[in-house]
Structures are given as C-alpha cells and as structure tokens.
C-alpha cells in the first residue's frame, strides 16, 4: 500500500516564501513521476509543478521563476520551494505521483497553504 503525506503547508505573508514536502511510503516500488496540483474551493484542481524520475521539470505559467520543484528518490519523497507568494497561490496543495512502470497513480490528501495579502 502507498501512501503520500504532504507538509509544510501553513500560513503566510504575501512576498514571502514557503518550503512543501510530499513523502511516499511503502517498500519495493518506484516512483516514476511526481507532481503537485492545487485545489481551490469552488475552483478546478490546477496544476502547479512536475518533476520526472530524472530530474526533467515543469512548471504552470503562474509558477515560472516563482518556485522550485526537486526530489529524493531514495527518500522516495518530493519538495516545492514557493518564492513571493501571492494570494492567488492559496490552495491545497496535493501531491500526485505515477508509480509501478507508469501503471498506478496515488494522490495525497493534500495541505492546505493561506496567504494573507
């Protein structure tokens, strides 16, 4: 059974910056792709960051320059740096990743992240 656990999410001041983590647990699989997607109330879930098995990533528009998006494959977990927060960056922030050869896909139950403008 995999499980995935977000944290770091909290509140914070526009401008300021915002460290999320997303560990995967359970043994004797890979994770061959990881990203993160935010959801607001009301709103449809949006994506934010990837980060492939290699280390190839990529960002929505809105994050470009503004966060940083990396992983510990041995740790099996995964981190987004988010930089001059704003308040359209509120959100649950949920990870997602693609695990057993590209076959399986698990969501955490997200963190929730409130900027205060």
């Known amino acids: 059974q995999v499980q995935l656990v977000e944290s770091g999410g909290g509140l914070v001041q526009a401008g300021d910056s915002l460290a999320l983590s997303c560990a995967a647990s359970?043994?004797?699989?890979?994770?061959?792709?990881m990203s993160w997607y935010r959801q607001v109330p009301g709103k449809q879930q949006e994506f934010v960051a990837r980060?492939?098995?290699?280390?190839?990533?990529m960002y929505s528009d809105s994050m470009k320059g503004r966060a940083t998006i990396s992983r510990d494959n041995g740790k099996k977990t995964m981190y987004l740096n988010l930089r001059k927060m704003t308040a359209e960056d509120a959100g649950v922030y949920i990870c997602k990743i693609v695990w057993d050869n590209w076959q399986r896909t698990s969501w955490g139950p997200g963190t929730q992240v409130t900027v205060n403008a």
């Open positions: 359970g043994s004797g699989f890979d994770i061959d792709d």
């Open positions: 980060i492939a098995r290699a280390g190839t990533t």
